[in-house]
């Protein structure tokens, strides 16, 4: 596999579970051309909100000619991550076929709700269709949108919400929904408990965060998460609503209940052991997509954890493989 030179930083990944969000992306698609020349990383705020601002990085190949974009939205149950976690694999597809990568930030709860991260994701297209021909000859015209789990989660809901559509999604370890009781339920799944008074001094210190690039953060952030599923707090948590009381207030930021005969074309990957988000959460979103006519499609990873980790590693393969070919169908010039 050919390594992505400088000048792209592809950043760290924080400690702890977090980590887990992107393990098998790392795995990533051969590249059997000889390596092209790297792409060039810019810096961009796409808005401003008080003394908060929310960046964008883009990174793409030399010269002036519009190329289609890929957009990557980081996972980290909404709470920690940043736009520096690039998927290698994603990255060296962009590098070979000479795409535009433009991944973001967005504010983390539960300083925010989902409602404000929503209006993010909003934000962020209008900025890339109104301003991304003109920064980095971006042709609109062919955008896909992918995600990791919570990143998957918002690549779902900006299928719904966003406009223009998305020409595609790709999603990998996604939820449709964040009323479901996978979300709501105590977990047994995320390790020793969490002090509470610990778990809380993570957070809401009056500051807003568009991302945990500091890995302590990201620990401290990921404790604060841990503690939120082992008590059946993270949807309320980070959407500020309750869903047993209030349910139709969540509806506009569940993807399996926006879903119509022109939601955009998607590929989901999933492991079927995720103990994090349930390998449910995709079957529940094909069903929906099946009943509205929409071109779909789950490849299902055995024994795949949350991040594909343990699965066969000739498996994960096999699953980027064909990232790689849906991507490859989706952004070539064939399609504009």
Known sequence: MNPVSSPVDLGHSPEGWV???????????????????????????YKTVGAVKIAA????????????????LHGGALIVGSRTQLPKSLVELCTQERWILVSLDYRLAPEVKLP????????????????????????TRRVVVAGGSAGGFLTMLAGAIVTPRPSALLAYWGYGDIDGEWALARSSHHG??????????????????????DPAVAKARGNYYRHLRQTGAWAAGVTGM???????????????????????????????EDTDVPYACSTAMARELGRN???HELITVPGGEHGLRG??????ADANQRVAAY???????SRR
Not at 258 to 266: A, H, K, N, Q, S
Request: one cysteine or more; aromatic letters at 6%; hydrophobic letters at 45%.
């Open 327 to 333: 991507l490859r169908g989706q952004l070539s010039p």
């Open 116 to 139: 404000a991260i929503a209006e993010d994701l909003r934000d962020a297209f209008r900025w890339l269709h109104a301003e991304g021909p003109r920064l980095f000859h971006a042709d």
């Open 242 to 272: 309750d869903s047993a009381k209030e349910p139709a207030q969540l509806k506009p930021y569940c993807p399996l209940r926006l879903i119509t005969p022109d939601y955009p074309p998607i590929l989901m990957v999933h492991g079927t």
């Open 19 to 45: 980590a887990g969000l992107l393990f098998g992306l790392t795995a990533c698609v051969a590249v059997t051309a000889a390596e092209p020349t790297a792409l060039n990383k810019t810096t961009h705020v």
């Open 192 to 213: 020793m408990p969490v002090d509470r008074e610990e778990a809380l001094a993570a957070v809401n210190r009056g500051q807003v965060l568009t991302n945990t690039d």
């Open 293 to 295: 006519g929409v071109k």
């Open 311 to 316: 699965a066969d590693p000739k498996l994960v």
């Open 57 to 72: 990085d883009v990174l793409r190949p030399p010269g002036t000619e519009a190329r289609p974009v890929l957009v990557w």
